[in-house]
């Protein structure tokens, strides 16, 4: 696997390309060639990059997972605390939604027109959904070991499964709706869940 790094201009440019194309129309919808095309490069230089559209999606899963897990992560240090933290998860969501035409989880997406379970991309996209419920499920033992009495009876797993409905909810349903008020409400309900 090629980091960001050491991979190649023509690879990133192919990549960067494919980042657009399947979020903003779909995996199945975006050829092969369009994808050439656009980014410039020769049939050639595509196939030795990525010898299938499959290992393309592969690519562009995985690189999103690898950013937006940094991303996210670094957005929260800001806060002083797990409750902080967990706040402005979801906070953090409203203006990374402004940065693009928001069409929804990019994961979400492409795992709806992937319909194998097995699929490596598939997998990568459930990866994602894992990773940021790890990272919820330690702010949770982090605010239930600081709650107090209040915090000292309740499931922090519960609470962090609780958690990813409402942050995935809000992520579908902004894209329903095309407007960030899921991702408002979202944080109103954190806040209940939180209390």
């Known amino acids: 696997m090629a980091t960001p790094q050491t ?3 023509a690879r990133r440019r192919i990549l960067n390309t494919a980042r657009q194309l399947f979020y ?10 369009e994808i050439i095309r656009k980014s410039g490069v020769a049939k050639a230089t595509f196939y ?17 997972n690898r950013e937006e897990t940094r991303v996210m992560e670094e957005s929260i ?11 402005g998860l979801v906070e953090f969501l409203i203006p990374w939604s402004r940065e693009r035409d928001y069409r929804g989880c990019a994961y979400l997406n492409i795992s709806s027109e992937i319909t194998d379970h097995a699929n490596p991309v598939r997998r990568e996209s459930k990866d994602h959904y894992l990773a940021v419920r790890r990272l ?17 009876k309740r499931d922090a797993e519960q609470a962090a499964d609780d958690y990813m409905l409402i942050f ?9 709706y095309h407007n960030p008020e899921p991702f408002r409400d979202a944080i109103e309900a954190v806040k209940r869940l939180l209390r």
Do not use: C
């Open 24 to 33: 903003r129309n779909g995996y199945r919808a975006t050829g092969i060639n």
């Open 136 to 152: 919820v499920g330690r702010l949770m033992q982090e605010l239930k070991k600081d709650g107090g009495a209040s915090w000292r």
């Open 168 to 176: 995935a909810g809000a992520l579908a349903m902004a894209q329903v």
């Open 7 to 9: 991979e190649s201009p």
């Open 48 to 64: 030795a990059h990525f010898p299938s559209k499959e290992s393309l999606a592969y690519a562009y899963v995985e690189s999103m």
């Open 77 to 87: 240090e800001k806060f002083p605390g797990p409750y902080e933290k967990l706040i």
